[in-house]
């Protein structure tokens, strides 16, 4: 059974920092990603890493953010410094055993449709 199980999630202030574990059942050597929805929002991808370590990031948090896995602990992480306001959001964990480098490892994460499993979300609450 695939499951991807979020944690780290906490309300913190404005230019802090948290990092945010995603735990699976599955060998995380395929493409993941992390993904927020603010509240009244649709689902944003902010970051994914493709089997080979090629990771790309939202514009928005670039140089803030970083996405990593531990492949022996099947385990995604994604690091979050200099927090503002508008990071509040669910945090959720995707993955996805069909896409490849040309999509998981471009720009950009691939949109939310294409991936095929989720986390349950970890809260984010950024004040000032």
């Known amino acids: 059974q695939v499951q991807l199980v979020e944690s780290g999630g906490d309300s913190v202030q404005a230019g802090g920092s948290l990092r945010l574990s995603c735990s699976v059942s599955?060998?995380?050597?395929?493409?993941m990603g992390w993904f927020r929805q603010p509240p009244g929002e649709d689902r944003e991808g902010v970051a994914s890493i493709d089997a080979a370590g090629n990771a790309n990031y939202a514009d928005s948090v670039k140089g803030r953010f970083a996405i990593s896995r531990d492949n022996a602990k099947n385990t995604l992480y994604l690091d979050m410094n200099s927090l503002k306001r508008e990071d509040t959001a669910v945090y959720y964990c995707?993955?996805?055993?069909?896409?490849?480098?040309?999509?998981?490892?471009?720009?950009?994460?691939?949109?939310?449709?294409?991936?095929?499993?989720w986390g349950q979300g970890t809260m984010v609450t950024v004040s000032e």
């Open positions: 995707a993955a996805d055993f069909s896409l490849g480098t040309a999509n998981c490892g471009g720009p950009y994460p691939p949109p939310p449709h294409v991936w095929s499993y």
């Open positions: 599955f060998s995380s050597r395929v493409c």
